[in-house]
């Protein structure tokens, strides 16, 4: 499966952004999706999942009842809105599939198996 990230760009803190996810090259339905980021000079981290079916969702603290992860099988695609963004939500932003869980989905980095480019999200303050 390929996954190509789209969306990011420069914004305003308070201002929202979506990002998008467009998979293509497998069963979408196959694989429980996860947003991650990763800012300058430190480490990948969890973001937001999603399972298969979209009916389990899951966030980091710092960005839960602010963004919010859902996903369209019909068209393969997986959306991360951000609102209220802030400073510290600047990063690049990474959309991953991970195809060993099939009711939930993963915080962890590691048990996503394919990856797309990223997205840089810039927020001025």
């Known amino acids: 499966i390929q996954l190509k990230e789209s969306g990011g760009g420069l914004v305003q803190a308070g201002d929202s952004l979506r990002l998008s996810c467009k998979a293509s090259g497998g069963r979408f339905t196959n694989y429980a999706m996860g947003w991650f980021r990763q800012a300058p000079g430190k480490e990948r981290e969890f973001v937001a999942a999603i399972s298969r079916s979209g009916g389990y969702t899951y966030y980091a603290e710092s960005v839960k009842g602010r963004f919010t992860i859902t996903r369209d099988n019909g068209n393969a695609m997986v959306y991360l809105q951000m609102n209220s963004l802030k400073s510290e939500d600047a990063a690049v932003y990474y959309c991953?599939?991970?195809?060993?869980?099939?009711?939930?989905?993963?915080?962890?980095?590691?048990?996503?198996?394919?990856w797309g480019q990223g997205t840089q999200v810039t927020v001025s303050s």
């Open positions: 991953a599939a991970d195809v060993g869980r099939s009711a939930s989905a993963s915080a962890r980095s590691s048990e996503y198996e394919y």
